[in-house]
């Protein structure tokens, strides 16, 4: 097997296929669809039925829409805070965890001014989410523009350090004192909760969106988002037109964090009440794969963040019948490797090259294969 | 602190120790070949819940941890399959896996829940030796698996050192291109590398499921997985580092539900933390070392590389 697979050799098409990442997309998603029928036949589920019914829960009513709206809001903004580093070829994988550090922020806020009004202590919180994001952004921020550390273990591990502050605060000094012994803290004063939209639906919808659309032209338009683009295609022509790589490194770093910070402040706010554990829900990660989807551009995180709602939602719709709401984390995860794939075989081709060739340590590098420029 | 807590600790500190190292020594064949895979944590549940599927089904420890390394070893071709043959990116493929792993592992666990463990490993009795006060009542009473997990690191100690299969493999972790230009198959090493560390991976997860916290819950792999790829750094890429690293990290996670015991008064919670602050700060000073000296890391890690593209 592993033989037949390495005597493949991919030839880079003369013109890429039509369709781009929305074909890919979309077979990505039919693949990922495909392969869960399989898994839903073989554990005795119905397949129809359940696809129905998640297609149902997410967007069957404005209640439905509601909520998958709803859930994109935090998809959407750690997708936009991955994209924001990505597009300068850094990898944030610390959403998730600067999403609770978010939600530590906002909390924080609350509980140091329970009794500020509605209109001062819902933006104050935000700030304080989007602080939190921020700081926890920081320390791999610094240690990549300073000293050349790799973000990509760094925002990683501080994943788990997060994980452990909140789990530490809601089991010790912020645990509710009338909370059953559960590990949480106290809810968050009334008037810190996000104004409803419609439905299960909150003004955080709109929040996100301005801050996607805003930044996403950001990007693309201003001069800043030019360089920031120069910077990730070669790092030697932007230090040659004077762009400072250490301040946009930090830059982008940190402000990729006060993204995922601001989901976790707007999921504190709007559909959470109280601090818990399990805050971040892993759209951290998934905000990761939203990203890379979206080819790390802001629009397309958007519509991939909505996308992956609309799967979560009617994940936790079939639940109620029985099958696990996990069927919806693995349907995202073959959603992504089969836009990967589809999306390689778009610029590429597969050819077969002769076993006897590469197979061989012995051939001589004189016979490798010709096969493309 | 009586003596009794204290070889408790001890031998928690070889189980905690043992289940690291297997998923970090796989994670480090991978990387020495060129390759990050994020996926560890997720390789780890579905090795896990495999080997507890089998233990229930056949009652034998050792078939269970032979489905748990196939296990391992086949969601990893899908990262081998998307990364190494395709190029498609490492980071965002291995942190897709990890995904896919613990979903695949809670979806067709279900069932698994609650159910007694039918197959276990146990210490292993080696008659007189196990005998000895203190090191025979620890070392020379682990389970077959620890003696396992050591020579597996003694093995890849070796044959990155000593073999030309080992040389091929850091060859092709340093520079495709110029593995390639020396006729070395690099996709074909990379894939095999990978689909090791996968296997590894499957046989820390039957590990932790027979023997270590027998049983099957979603959420049992705890970020073990995580450990394990910081170990490989804390361990700077050396089969001997990253062992005293898993006894170490091993060791605090061992502590955390001890600490009381000892009469600290300091939270678990806090001491959890440390393998991943601890894995910045080595980070952080390999990085100011290698203004002096070059990185341990494989220079070609992360790097996508497809044959037509020289």
Do not use: C
């Amino acid at each position: 097997m592993i033989r037949r697979l390495t005597s493949l050799r991919l030839a880079r098409r003369d013109e890429p296929l039509p369709g781009g990442q929305v074909r890919a997309f979309t077979i990505g998603l039919l693949v990922a669809l495909l392969l869960g029928v399989i898994l839903l036949l073989a554990t005795g589920e119905n397949p129809i039925s359940t696809y129905g019914r998640m297609l149902d829960s997410a967007f069957g009513s404005p209640r439905a829409w509601s909520n998958t709206l709803t859930r994109a809001v935090p998809l959407g903004l750690a997708g936009l805070a991955v994209a924001v580093a990505g597009s300068m070829g850094l990898w944030n994988i610390g959403a998730e965890g600067q999403i609770i550090a978010g939600a530590i922020g906002a909390a924080w806020v609350a509980r140091l001014a329970p009794d500020l009004a509605g209109p001062l202590l819902i933006p104050a919180m935000l700030i304080g989410a989007v602080v939190g994001g921020g700081l926890l952004a920081l320390g791999p921020a610094l240690a990549r523009a300073r000293l050349g550390v790799s973000e990509i273990i760094t925002t990683l591990m501080l994943n788990e350090v997060a994980i452990r502050i909140v789990r530490y605060l809601v089991n010790g000094p912020w645990k509710d004192p009338e909370g059953n012994n559960f590990p949480i803290a106290p809810e968050i004063p009334d008037q810190a909760r996000l104004p409803g939209l419609f439905e299960r639906a909150n003004i955080g919808l709109l929040i996100a969106g301005v801050v996607i659309v805003v930044f996403g032209w950001f990007v693309s338009r201003s001069a800043w988002g030019y360089e920031l683009r120069i910077a990730g295609s070669s790092e030697r022509t932007a230090e040659y037109i004077g762009i400072s790589l250490r301040t946009k490194i930090l830059t982008v770093l940190v402000m990729s964090g006060m993204f995922a910070g601001l989901a976790g402040g707007i999921e504190l706010t709007g559909s959470a009440s109280r601090l818990v554990e399990g805050v971040a829900g892993g759209w951290g990660f998934a905000g990761i794969i939203v990203a890379a989807l979206a080819l790390m551009r802001p629009s397309g995180v958007a519509a991939v963040a909505v996308a992956f709602g609309a799967v979560q939602i009617g994940g936790l719709g079939i639940q109620t019948q029985g099958v696990p709401a996990s069927i919806s984390d693995i349907l995202q995860a073959l959603i992504l490797f089969g836009a990967l794939g589809a999306a390689v075989f778009g610029n590429y081709r597969l050819v077969r090259t002769d076993p006897a060739v590469i197979g061989g340590r012995a051939t001589p590098p004189a016979a490798a294969p010709e096969g493309a420029a | 602190m009586n003596e009794a807590t204290l070889l408790g600790l001890v031998i928690a500190i070889i189980e905690f120790g043992t289940l690291l190292y297997l998923a970090a020594l796989g994670e480090l064949i991978a990387e020495k070949s060129g390759v990050l895979n994020l996926g560890v944590e997720g390789m780890m549940a579905f090795g896990g819940m495999a080997a507890f599927w089998a233990g229930v089904e056949t009652g034998n420890p050792w078939l269970a941890l032979l489905v748990a390394v196939i296990a391992g070893a086949a969601l990893s071709t899908i990262h081998a399959v998307v990364s190494v043959v395709l190029g498609a990116d490492q980071v965002v493929s291995g942190l897709a896996l990890t995904i896919l792993g613990l979903a695949m592992a809670a979806f067709l666990g279900k069932d698994l829940v609650s159910k007694p463990p039918d197959a276990q490993f146990r210490p292993l009795d080696l008659g007189p030796l196990s005998d000895i006060p203190w090191i025979g009542e620890t070392v020379f009473s682990m389970s077959a698996m620890s003696w396992i997990a050591g020579a597996l690191g003694l093995i890849t100690a070796f044959v990155f050192t000593r073999t030309s299969i080992g040389l091929a493999l850091r060859a092709v972790g340093e520079s495709a291109p110029t593995a390639d230009a020396a006729g070395l198959p690099v996709i074909k090493i990379r894939f095999i590398a990978v689909t090791i560390g996968g296997a590894l991976a499957g046989m820390s997860g039957a590990y932790l499921t027979l023997l270590l916290a027998p049983g099957w819950t979603e959420g049992t792999t705890a970020g073990r997985g995580w450990i394990a790829v910081a170990l490989v750094i804390f361990g700077a890429w050396r089969p001997g580092r990253v062992l005293i690293g898993s006894l170490l990290f091993g060791g605090l996670i061992a502590l955390e539900p001890r600490l009381q015991t000892f009469g600290v008064d300091f939270s678990p919670i806090l001491i959890s933390m440390l393998p991943y602050l601890l894995t910045i700060g080595v980070l952080i000073l390999l990085s100011i070392r290698s203004r002096h000296r070059p990185s341990p890391a494989p220079a070609a890690i992360g790097q996508i590389w497809r044959r037509e593209e020289r």
